[in-house]
């Protein structure tokens, strides 16, 4: 098959006004898309207009601009729903983020259908989000939680999943894409294999939404979530997508306005799915502002996108390990197998001198343990340094990495790995600099 016509960031930059800031004399060279992406300028418009032209409260007045409140919100949940190929916009249920989806997703169906004895089944690839709350869940009904774990490349092992379903678990939930290492799981083939056993599937789509496509349907999952925030779109926004078979049966997760169709002293009758998990005021702009970056990566075509990472992903396991010597690369070793997510360490160097240290040079990057601190253990690690891709990233956002880590060795050391001269010096410069930024 051909591959999707090349994206060019350069071009992509101009759509988003971060990039016109001076960093020094430098442009920014953004490097930490897995944690939050950059917001191009259609989706502060969009905001904006909201703000300015018709910032009224949905589903209550019957005024023209809360009429126009309302359909610009219910767009944005169509919108979704189209992006993800859901069946029924009604599928969709808005929330602030993954986490938030998950929650929901553990509180309601989750306390309704774990019991004592039963089993979940997550992986140790998972993020805090899709971790803690069966904890919590677990730990209140004494159920059980069992992990699937990683090979030294950063990939599930099969059998041992193969294993724990035949336990017979109530629910199966795991990551799309890692936050952590950029792994790509095998959803489709996984989630069989629980419906098989008799499981229902949460798939953690935070990591995945943004840099490729996503069909719901195809997946044949129960329950899919992903945060706004990494999708170009504003902080407080997000989605979980659940079979609407599931959702008429679940009980709400927050109560009060709007998720109501009738209130009497003593009990009261809930809406309709979606609007049954939506109590209060939502973020309408932030919503809005979701459906507009959708729209946005839609006329880029989510195929491109993710050949583009594909690239870059290549390009950096390909120059990092050449330019750089002595660089721990960690997670899958093919740009086939990953997202656009690299994460690594220098040795004798922490991340946090690392990020620090590049941040000198505009160049942003994560480190620390990236909310996945299980999966930190499992590699050895306390803490990592993360670069992420997105749309707007670049060859030369991989080229200028390279210079800066460069630059951070020679500041720590001769690349060689003995010890410079000058290393005391350095080191003090640089824990200096590092100390003052925590």
Not at 112 to 134: D, F, K, S, Y
Not at 201 to 223: I, M, R, S, Y
Not at 324 to 345: D, H, K, M, Q, W
Request: net charge negative; glycine share 8%.
């Amino acid at each position: 098959m051909d591959r999707p016509h090349a994206l060019d960031a350069t071009t992509i930059r101009a759509d988003f006004p971060i990039f016109e800031r001076d960093f020094g004399g430098r442009t920014l060279a953004y490097l930490d898309s897995a944690a939050t992406s950059l917001k191009p300028r259609v989706v502060s418009d969009a905001v904006h207009d909201y703000n300015v032209r018709y910032s009224a409260n949905i589903h209550r007045g019957i005024y023209t601009i809360a009429e126009e409140a309302t359909a610009a919100f219910e767009r944005a949940r169509a919108k979704v729903g189209r992006f993800l190929n859901a069946r029924d916009s009604h599928e969709i249920v808005f929330v602030r983020n993954a986490t938030e989806a998950i929650n929901l997703v553990a509180y309601s169906w989750g306390r309704r259908n774990i019991g004592a004895g039963e089993t979940v089944v997550l992986t140790e690839l998972e993020h805090h989000a899709n971790l803690v709350p069966w904890q919590l869940l677990a730990q209140e009904k004494d159920a059980n939680l069992e992990f699937v774990p990683i090979d030294d490349e950063g990939r599930l092992v099969r059998e041992t999943y193969e294993a724990l379903l035949a336990r017979g678990p109530r629910l199966v939930a795991f990551t799309h894409v890692s936050n952590g290492l950029g792994t790509i799981n095998p959803v489709r083939e996984m989630v069989d294999q629980a419906h098989a056993a008799g499981a229902l599937v949460l798939v953690d789509g935070a990591q995945a939404v943004p840099h490729g496509p996503v069909d719901v349907q195809a997946l044949d999952a129960d329950f899919y979530v992903f945060s706004g925030h990494k999708v170009l779109a504003p902080t407080g926004s997000g989605a979980l997508w659940a079979r609407r078979e599931l959702l008429e049966e679940m009980p709400p997760f927050l109560t009060g306005g709007d998720m109501i169709r009738e209130v009497h002293l003593r009990q009261s009758e809930f809406n309709d799915v979606p609007w049954k998990f939506e109590a209060g005021t939502p973020d309408i702009a932030a919503a809005i502002g979701l459906g507009a970056a959708l729209d946005y990566l839609d006329a880029i075509g989510m195929d491109r996108v993710r050949e583009h990472e594909r690239q870059l992903t290549a390009y950096a396991l390909e120059l990092l390990p050449r330019e750089v010597p002595g660089i721990v690369l960690y997670g899958p070793t093919t740009a086939s197998e990953r997202a656009g997510i690299v994460t690594f360490n220098l040795p004798d160097v922490h991340p946090h001198d690392v990020a620090t240290l590049l941040d000198r040079e505009a160049i942003a990057v994560r480190a620390g343990h990236h909310c996945t601190q299980p999966l930190h253990e499992r590699i050895g690690e306390a803490a990592t340094a993360r670069a992420s891709f997105n749309v707007y990233s670049g060859q030369d956002d991989i080229e200028r990495l390279v210079e800066g880590l460069k630059k951070v060795q020679r500041i720590f050391g001769r690349s060689d790995g003995h010890v410079s001269p000058e290393r005391d010096v350095h080191q003090e410069e640089a824990t200096a600099v590092a100390g003052a930024a925590r």
